[in-house]
C-alpha cells in the first residue's frame, strides 16, 4: 500500500508540474471510454427477445399500444359494430398482446372472426327471407291498386319493394323498377315523368343483365319505355324502341304471336300519330290478322285491333273498307 501510494503521489506531482501531460492523459481516458462503449454495442444481439419481465416491444402497422386499441374501438363504433362479439371480447383480445404473446391474440381474433362470420352470415340469409317475402308481398299489392287504377298508391307499393329487394336479386329488382316506372307515369303527375324514365331504364339494363339482350322481358321494358315517350310526343325516341321490341319478340315467340301482335300495333299507332299513314297500314294490318288467328270473335283484344285498323283506314279515304270493319265491331 504504500508502493502504491507514493505512486500515486508522483504521478500527481508530475501531473502537476507538467499541464501538458493532463491533457493527453485526459484525451486517452476518453479515447478509452469510447474504445470500450463501441466494443459493447457491437457485442450486443441485432434483435433482442424480450423476456416475460421486460416491456414487450411489438411491431406491427401503426404501433401497438393504447392509442391503436382505442383507434380499433372507434372503428367499430363508426361502423356500428360496437355490440359486435369481437367488441365484446376486446378485452380478452388485448391483454395478451400486450403481455407480449401476439401469437395468442390473433388466434383469439380469428375465432372470434370466424364465429361472428358464421352467425353473421346467417342472420343474413334469416334477413334477406323476411326482406324477399316482404318485396314479393309489396308487389303484389302494387299489382292489384294497379289494377284498380289507384296509381298513386301503387307506386308506393313498388317503391317499398325496391327498398326491400336484397343485393343481388337483379330480375325481381327489374320486375319492381319496370312496373314503378310505370305506375309513377299513371298517376298522372308530369314531374313523375322523368322519374318514370330513370326507373324503366334501369330496370331494361338489369333485365338485359340478368336475361340477355333478346329475352322477352327486355322486349315488355322496350314496349314500357317506348309507350312513356311516345305519350309524351317524342316519337322519335320511341319508335326504335318499339322496333328493336318487335325484333325480339318475332326471335323469341314467333312471328304469329301474341306478343309481335302487340308490337305491331303499338308501332302502328305511334306511324300513325306521325301521319306515316302508307307506313302505319302494313303493320296495323299484320297485328289485326294475327288476332284473328288467335282469338274468337268480340274477344275485347280483337276488337281493339279493328277498330285501330278502321280508324287508320277512314285516315287515308278508304271508308268502304272501315264501314266493313265497324260492322265486325258491332
Known sequence: MEHETGTVDWLLELLWLRP?????????ALFVIWWGMGRK????????????????QVTLPGGIHDGWFDGLQNR??????????FAKNFETIRKPLLGGTAEKSIAAMDVVSKED???????????????????????AAGDLELALQNMEVAVQHFSLAIEMIPFGHDALMAE???????????????????????????????????????????ASVLNNLAMLYFEKGDAGTARPLYERALKIDEAASGKDSLAV?????????????????????PVLNRALSIKEMLYEPGHPSLVTGLRNYATLLRAMGREEEAEALDLRIS
Do not use: M
Not at 76 to 85: E, I, Q, V, Y
Not at 119 to 139: F, K, N, P, V, Y
Not at 182 to 209: C, H, M, P, W
Not at 266 to 273: A, F, I, P, S
Open 176 to 218: 319492381s323498377l319496370n312496373k314503378f316506372g310505370i305506375a309513377q307515369y299513371r298517376s298522372g303527375q308530369i314531374e313523375n315523368f322523368d322519374k318514370a324514365v330513370i326507373s324503366l331504364r334501369r330496370a331494361l339494363k338489369l333485365t338485359e343483365r340478368t336475361s340477355g339482350p333478346n329475352h322477352p322481358d327486355v
Open 76 to 85: 367499430l363504433n363508426d361502423f356500428g359494430a360496437a355490440d359486435s362479439p
Open 117 to 139: 362470420a358464421a352467425t353473421g352470415r346467417a342472420l343474413r340469409t334469416e334477413s334477406d327471407q323476411h326482406l324477399l317475402g316482404a318485396a314479393i308481398a309489396s308487389i
Open 20 to 28: 501538458e501531460l493532463t491533457l493527453a492523459v485526459v484525451f486517452v
Open 41 to 56: 454495442l457491437d457485442k450486443a444481439p441485432a434483435s433482442k427477445v424480450h423476456s416475460d419481465e421486460e416491456t414487450p
Open 261 to 281: 301482335a302487340t308490337d305491331l300495333n303499338n308501332l302502328g299507332l305511334l306511324l300513325k300519330h306521325q301521319d306515316l299513314l302508307e307506313e302505319a297500314e
